[in-house]
């Protein structure tokens, strides 16, 4: 089909749902009380979540198709 196959897109859309679901809680209930926790580290946490959602994701399939 192209570069992605239609279940890595998935992947992709699940982890950034998860992703900014997480990143909306935590500016909400952290950014305010932690000093050093601006919206740029919310950012980059969010997307250290996406990639990590996506790559289990990955690891999950292959485990159970072997």
Not at 4 to 25: D, K, M, R, Y
Request: aromatic fraction near 4%; glycine fraction near 10%; include cysteine.
């Amino acid at each position: 089909m192209g570069l992605v196959s239609p279940l890595g897109i998935l992947f992709c859309l699940v982890a950034a749902l998860i992703a900014t679901n997480l990143e909306s809680v935590l500016g909400a209930t952290l950014q305010g009380k932690v000093p050093w926790l601006t919206n740029e580290v919310i950012n980059g946490i969010n997307t250290l979540i996406g990639a990590i959602a996506a790559m289990a994701m990955a690891l999950i399939l292959k485990a159970t198709s072997s």
